[in-house]
């Protein structure tokens, strides 16, 4: 799934690269769309539903077979939405936005459920905890906060590699699957860190040149993926705790990487207008 500047969400067969034409609505080029930018994007875990965020603030969820839209929350956030991540069992939707704040919304009710304050900047990302009972968020005031997802309550606050000299930018954090207990943590540096929840630093990541500006974790936390400066990707084993491939993606600036929940590949999007996928 891909979601542009134009507005457009558009569903591609990772196979063949193309749109995915089995789909009516899009065969159709009835496509599902926003009236701003799409900044973020997440299928639920059963691929049934996609919820979209812009950067209005306006959050949509669609029905992946019909392309119809189930749910809308247009007030979900007074700026971007950043990230979004489904609750496990699919019946709320967790958010972050540049507004500083993070929400989990009611996809029965329509409604925005919690709110969690106390960022002082951009909330670039925010997951839910291995168990679920716990939310993690990074931000660009240089912390990483953990929430009791049922309180809102703030359990933790830390700023892993943090000096005196610099302010790091949290660009986001990933779960470590094997351990309930520790995430991946990714700043606006050249280091990508391997946390407790609680914050303190098991392992550290370092790429050749210039500073993360993109991260993701395979879905077994076999390997990290970053991209560094002029749009380079490093892999890194977490075992081998050591860069295992570095090779150039695209010429213009990575917009972003993720990877495929269940298959052996991750993609990679520019600002040159392409995605590109990749198999280790």
């Known amino acids: 799934m891909s979601g542009s500047s134009d507005g457009f969400v558009e569903v591609w067969d990772f196979d063949s690269g193309k749109l995915c034409k089995d789909l009516k609505y899009q065969a159709e080029d009835d496509f599902m769309m926003h009236d701003e930018s799409v900044i973020s994007l997440e299928f639920s875990r059963d691929s049934e539903l996609l919820a979209t965020g812009a950067s209005n603030g306006q959050i949509k969820v669609w029905r992946l077979q019909t392309g119809s839209c189930v749910r809308k929350f247009t007030g979900a956030h007074t700026a971007t939405v950043s990230s979004l991540e489904f609750a496990r069992d699919g019946t709320q939707l967790l958010s972050a936005s540049f507004d500083q704040t993070v929400k989990i919304h009611g996809l ?14 951009y909330v670039n990302q925010a997951i839910y905890a291995e168990d679920g009972g716990q939310v993690i968020s990074a931000s660009s005031d240089g912390t990483v906060k953990v929430w009791d997802a049922k309180t809102t309550d703030c359990l933790h606050t830390f700023s892993p590699g943090q000096t005196t000299q610099a302010t790091l930018s949290f660009i986001g954090v990933s779960r470590v699957p094997k351990f309930a207990d520790r995430i991946v943590v990714g700043s606006r540096s050249p280091a990508l860190r391997i946390t407790t929840i609680t914050g303190q630093i098991l392992s550290t990541f370092t790429i050749a040149k210039g500073d993360i500006s993109h991260f993701c974790a395979s879905p077994k936390a076999n390997f990290i993926y970053a991209i560094g400066e002029g749009g380079v990707l490093y892999a890194f084993s977490v075992d081998g705790a050591k860069v295992e491939t570095a090779l150039q993606t695209h010429k213009k600036d990575v917009l972003g990487v993720a990877h495929h929940p269940h298959r052996n590949i991750f993609v990679t999007w520019s600002d040159d207008g392409t995605m590109k996928l990749w198999k280790p």
């Open 108 to 121: 029965k009710s329509g409604r925005s459920l919690k709110e969690f304050r106390g960022h002082k900047s």
